[in-house]
């Protein structure tokens, strides 16, 4: 919750809603906590209307909650802004892209429509995604009614999208729930007429693109209460395999990648936050033969040995069932992939000196300056330098141990510690707020050559409407001729640059996702404490050894 | 007591006056025989018991005799309170003798300052130890030590971890490494140059190694990983044979490297139990393996704020914001 975390939330909700009130009313909202309505309307200086118009929106996108007030019997509805979907934002672009990955184009519309508009329901849905293909041009035949509603059906049941229906015990507050598991993979059937109704416009689209068409009024399709949104979780749980499969392949080789994506994929089944069920070595080696990769079971055996001793020994082995029974433990898993990246920013920022005593420090536990100075092979100075300045940026902490009753300076040790959780912490908020940065130099950058973007952009739609039209190249080349070089260059340099920002930020959300989901899943284990003693150290031993 | 044995004293010295010619040597003697039997200590009453006719100015004066040729100590007494003990000087000490050429009230004190600097051996005697062991007050003791110096009986050595604190130890001794610093430090001062030209140099034999193994073995990856582990005596042996320090690094000294290799990311170590070949092994031994990163950059420091020196002071509005930040300014081609 710090400065730059609010930050950054209120930047991208500007961005989506580009509009102020929404950003304001969140603000507001933010600051003050869960409100009813009559008192935001009271405090923020915008019409009532506009106000539930930003909050109606903004809760169908998650980004409000509703409750009631339970502390008054009274109906009133209070409304809380959720700091933490508001930076799921940021993942959109990443989510898109693996519906595309994995169930190609329709798949990418059908999730980019509903991260969109927040929830919608399965029938509108498939209706604008339709229409969305046949505008892109894409060929009807292929991508019919039916192949998206496939695609919709895969994606339900591998868990994308989630099922909603609104509470009925409340009627005067929208209250969603979200379904069981045991509904949640259940497609709503669409009434025959509601079929109908679709595929008879399918097929007029098709035949008369110009026609009027008759109004005809919409029939009910049979899942009006049924919702469906973004099942985020999924995503990025997805987005976390990637990255281990990553780091694997760049520890060991390729294939031992592709044997850790096997194991992942087979988990799926049963998705569970903290460790994966166990795989047998059997399902594994049917699975790899299925997907086409050659490996004898003796060099499956071979790669299960070298994989499961490394990456911070995420891949466990935990019996022989089946001629070896493994496991995925997500939380050494992460915990090693952070480790890298603070390893990493470490080495960037101060050195490899600094990360050297920062290893050394992890490995000892404590120590104090003196010795760091002499077991880190480094100038005193320097050394001095580097425990300082990782100090000062919460990557180490100090702990004091008395000599005397009074903490005199001279008589008392102080000793640096690493602690990975507030390593990451600080880390996170660095990141956050480099995200803003970018952010707010693209949109300066956008604003400085305003003009300049916008005649490239006028130029751009006149040479395609000519191009429609089948115009003579003269004609194209005289109008591209508007922009003098030196414009030209320019812009060259503009969209250079505006592709670097944006890589930068869709590279910097991946970090981001993955110290959120250390975060969270390290939340139950407390940073250390102070822990003096041989119980305290006994512990400690077999933490790290377990 | 005393008074009646000086009032007797006139007596009986005249009339032992003709045995008292050879009854001092006699005592001198007998007092050193029975030192020799008694070496760490007699005590002023086993001398009064042993010599009962002799008197006790006669005893005195032995004692003083003895006491000034330097065959005796004269120390005070820890388990009663109050008496002195005698006790029979080393001899053998050859260096005894030399200090007794300068004389004075100062002799006692520098020997005494010499027992405690040979005491501390090869590891040297700090001066304020000294001066708590001794109570002697600073001055005295500077005197003796620079007196002890000038005859190059003892010399200072500066430690290297903390340079102000000087240590005496005796001259003849080699002091010991945790003073010099040992193989890392020469002339006092840490050798950064070298211990990083060892770091390299093993960086890349250990690439070497898994280069081959990755050669070797295409398509075993655990073959592959146990091929390209090497042990840390094979490390030295290379190191030595390479040349490049100018004395002979031990396996100990090539571990500390290694270690902080480890700590770099860039290799990891097993231990393993003996193996069969290399006969003069312990039972441990250590391997190490070069190994690649998980990670190549993260992506934090790919764009200019994760190295930004000012970060801290960069805000929306002020001197320092993105909008006009001169690092992005040239990652921007600007």
Redesign the interface.
């Known amino acids: 919750m710090t400065t730059h975390h609010i930050?950054l939330a209120f930047d991208l909700i500007g961005d989506l809603f580009p509009d102020g009130t929404s950003k304001e009313v969140a603000s507001y909202l933010n600051r003050k906590g869960p409100l009813p309505f009559g008192a935001i309307v009271r405090e923020v200086n915008l019409s009532a209307v506009n106000i539930a118009r930003s909050i109606a929106t903004l809760a169908m996108h998650d980004l409000i909650e509703c409750s009631s007030d339970n502390r008054s019997d009274s109906k009133r509805v209070l409304y809380a802004f959720s700091l933490q979907r508001a930076l799921y934002i940021l993942h959109y672009a990443k989510c898109i892209h693996c519906a595309r990955q994995l169930y190609g184009f329709d798949g990418e519309l059908i999730i980019e429509e509903l991260l969109l508009n927040g929830k919608q329901r399965m029938s509108t849905l498939l209706i604008k995604v339709y229409e969305r293909l046949i505008k892109a041009g894409k060929d009807p035949t292929v991508h019919s009614l039916q192949s998206i509603k496939e695609t919709f059906k895969s994606l339900v049941s591998a868990h994308f999208l989630q099922r909603i229906l609104i509470d009925e015990t409340k009627p005067h507050i929208p209250i969603t729930i979200e379904e069981t598991s045991t509904n949640l993979v259940q497609i709503p059937e669409l009434t025959p007429e509601g079929w109908k109704y679709l595929i008879s416009n399918q097929q007029e689209d098709s035949n008369e693109p110009a026609a009027k068409k008759i109004k005809v009024p919409t029939p009910t399709f049979g899942d009006e209460k049924i919702f469906w949104k973004v099942n985020f979780q999924r995503f990025f749980a997805h987005l976390r395999d990637q990255e281990l499969i990553h780091?694997f392949t760049?520890?060991?080789?390729s294939?031992?990648g592709e044997i850790v994506r096997t194991m992942l994929r087979l988990a799926e089944i049963k998705p569970n936050p903290e460790r994966t069920i166990s795989i047998s070595f059997i399902d594994i080696a049917k699975t790899i033969s299925a997907a086409g990769l050659q490996l004898t079971d003796e060099?499956l055996q071979?790669?299960m040995?070298?994989i499961t001793s490394d990456?911070n020994n995420c891949i466990i082995k935990i019996g022989d069932q089946g001629r070896g029974t493994y496991e995925v433990d997500f939380q050494k898993a992460l915990s090693?992939?952070t480790k890298?990246?603070?390893?990493?920013?470490l080495r960037?920022?101060y050195g490899?000196n600094a990360?050297?005593?920062?290893?050394?420090l992890e490995?000892r536990g404590c120590l104090s300056q003196?010795q760091i100075e002499?077991m880190?092979?480094?100038?005193?100075k320097e050394a001095q330098q580097y425990v300082y300045s990782m100090f000062i940026d919460g990557m180490l902490t100090l702990e004091e141990l008395s000599k005397a009753n009074d903490f005199n300076p001279t008589r008392t040790f102080y000793f640096f510690r690493v602690n990975l959780y507030n390593g990451v912490l600080s880390?996170l908020d660095?990141?956050y707020?480099?995200m803003s940065?970018?952010m707010?130099?693209h949109q300066?950058e956008k604003e400085r050559h305003r003009k300049l973007i916008d005649k490239r952009d006028k130029v751009e739609a006149i040479i395609h409407s000519l191009r429609e039209q089948n115009a003579d190249d003269e004609q194209i080349k005289e109008v591209e001729d508007i922009l003098s070089p030196i414009e030209k260059e320019q812009i060259q340099?503009l969209d250079?640059?505006f592709r670097?920002?944006e890589l930068?930020q869709l590279?910097?959300t991946?970090?981001i996702l993955l110290l959120e989901m250390f975060l969270s899943i390290s939340k139950s284990v407390a940073p250390a404490q102070k822990k003096t003693g041989g119980r305290a150290v006994a512990a400690k031993l077999l933490e790290t050894r377990s | 007591m005393a008074s009646s044995h000086a009032k007797s004293e006139p007596m009986d010295t005249s009339t032992s006056l003709e045995t008292s010619d050879f009854n001092p040597v006699n005592l001198e003697s007998d007092i050193i025989q029975l030192c020799l039997q008694f070496p760490n200590g007699v005590t002023d009453k086993i001398l009064e018991n042993s010599f009962r006719n002799v008197t006790i100015q006669q005893r005195v004066s032995a004692l003083n005799r003895l006491l000034s040729l330097n065959k005796i100590d004269l120390l005070k007494s820890s388990t009663e309170q109050g008496t002195f003990l005698y006790r029979i000087r080393d001899t053998t000490n050859v260096s005894g003798s030399s200090i007794t050429i300068g004389g004075g009230a100062t002799d006692q004190m520098e020997r005494v300052v010499y027992q405690l600097v040979k005491e501390s051996g090869t590891l040297g005697i700090w001066m304020r130890d000294i001066r708590t062991k001794t109570k002697l007050s600073q001055t005295i003791l500077n005197k003796t030590l620079k007196s002890l110096e000038s005859k190059k009986l003892i010399k200072a050595v500066k430690s290297v971890?903390a340079s102000k604190k000087k240590v005496y130890m005796l001259y003849e001794m080699t002091p010991d490494p945790s003073i010099t610093g040992g193989t890392?430090y020469s002339d006092h001062e840490?050798e950064?140059e070298f211990?990083r030209v060892l770091n390299e140099q093993c960086a890349r034999l250990l690439d070497e190694q898994l280069e081959e193994s990755i050669r070797k073995f295409p398509?075993?990856?655990?073959?592959r990983?146990t091929s390209s582990f090497m042990s840390s005596t094979d490390l030295v042996k290379l190191i030595n044979e390479m040349g490049i320090a100018t004395v002979s690094l031990t396996v100990q000294d090539i571990e500390?490297?290694l270690y902080?290799l480890?700590?770099?990311?860039k290799i990891e170590k097993t231990t393993v139990a003996a193996s069969t070949t290399n006969t003069d092994n312990g039972t441990k031994q250590n391997l190490y393996r070069s190994?690649?990163?998980?990670?190549?950059?993260?992506?934090?420091?790919?764009?200019p704020?994760?190295?930004c020196p000012v970060?801290k002071d960069?805000h929306?509005d002020g001197l320092i914001?993105?909008?006009t930040?001169i690092y992005?300014n040239k990652?921007?081609?600007?």
């Open positions: 930050g780091a760049s520890r060991i080789d294939n031992a060099t071979k790669y040995n070298v990456v090693g992939l890298a990246h603070i390893q990493s920013f960037e920022r490899s990360l050297r005593i920062y290893n050394m490995e003196k002499d880190a092979m480094i100038n005193a880390l660095h990141s707020k480099t940065n970018l707010q130099r300066f340099k250079a640059a670097k920002i930068a590279q910097l991946e970090t | 971890h890392w840490f950064a211990v398509n075993d990856p655990f073959l990983r500390s490297i902080t480890i700590c770099d990311g190994v690649k990163f998980m990670l190549e950059s993260s992506p934090v420091v790919r764009n704020c994760g190295i970060f960069c929306d914001t993105p909008e930040c992005l990652w921007l081609d600007f």
